[in-house]
């Protein structure tokens, strides 16, 4: 299962130009009901994209092909469900405006963070919600903490940019497919790792006033939550949408 060679960048909702994006953000400086105009920016890797139906599972996606994931994968992005809760706070309710996803599977966060300030200098947005971390723990020989410096350099991307943060701390997965790629080491200790990566994450945030969305409370993965996924890393349709619903919660409580 290793798609790292596969980026995916889906966009929900279009590109404009920058000189009325740049007006955009201008108007939506004056008062905090115009900057609620503008959309969320979702960023991550392919749990961010809503990927899905490739990888076959016994338990989670038993009827995906494990096939090719040129032909096979599709993506449901959690910016939809998002959207269309956002959508409904206005009068205006298009799900794809209110929230956009830029997505790239099987990058890591150090890998991610190039990417992130070129969609910060691009366009301007009501907040960004960022998830990152699994394929640094499931490709990367690095500790919890080196993880968790990587994620914080994309948080303070956003702060540099003065877009406000909402971080969804990494699900729990398995991640026995990796016996297959060489150097990534014993499933079970990386699959450790990005628990020790949640928990620290978590605490790190805290301390930092950021917004944070518990991605092992808002998709607890086994047999029992069978369809939340799709496969041992990535949340079925449903599964997404629960994790927009999350964020739509946090961003409203933090009043962003």
């Not at 008062?31 to 989670?60: K, M, Q």
């Not at 992130?116 to 366009?123: D, N, Q, R, T, Y």
């Not at 150097?183 to 790190?204: E, H, M, N, Q, Y």
């Not at 369809?227 to 927009?244: A, F, I, M, N, R």
């Amino acid at each position: 299962m290793d798609h790292r060679s596969i980026p995916l960048l889906v966009a929900s909702g279009g590109a404009l130009v920058a000189s009325v994006l740049a007006f955009r953000w201008h108007k939506a400086r004056k008062s905090n009901l115009e900057r609620r105009s503008l959309p969320v920016l979702c960023f991550g890797d392919s749990i961010t994209a809503g990927y899905h139906g490739v990888w076959a599972h016994p338990i989670y996606g038993p009827e995906n092909p494990n096939g090719d994931e040129l032909v096979h994968a599709r993506c449901h992005p959690y910016s939809l469900a998002l959207g269309g809760r956002l959508g409904q706070t206005c009068e205006w309710r298009d799900a794809l405006h209110f929230a956009e996803t830029v997505a790239y599977a099987g990058w890591s966060a150090r890998q991610l963070l190039p990417k992130l300030k070129w969609a910060l200098s691009g366009a301007c947005w009501r907040a960004v919600v960022i998830l990152a971390g699994t394929n640094d723990a499931a490709y990367d020989q690095v500790d919890a903490q080196a993880i968790v410096e990587r994620i914080a350099r994309l948080h303070r991307a956003c702060d540099v940019a003065g877009v406000p943060v909402v971080v969804i701390t990494p699900p729990d997965c398995e991640l026995e497919w990796t016996r297959a790629i060489p150097g990534c080491g014993d499933p079970d200790t990386r699959r450790a790792i990005l628990s020790d990566v949640a928990r620290l994450l978590a605490t790190r945030c805290s301390q930092e006033k950021r917004v944070v969305v518990d991605g092992r409370a808002t998709l607890p993965y086994g047999p029992k939550y069978a369809e939340l996924w799709d496969d041992t890393v990535h949340p079925s349709l449903k599964g997404s949408d629960e994790l927009g619903a999350a964020v739509f919660d946090a961003i409203m409580k933090a009043g962003l």
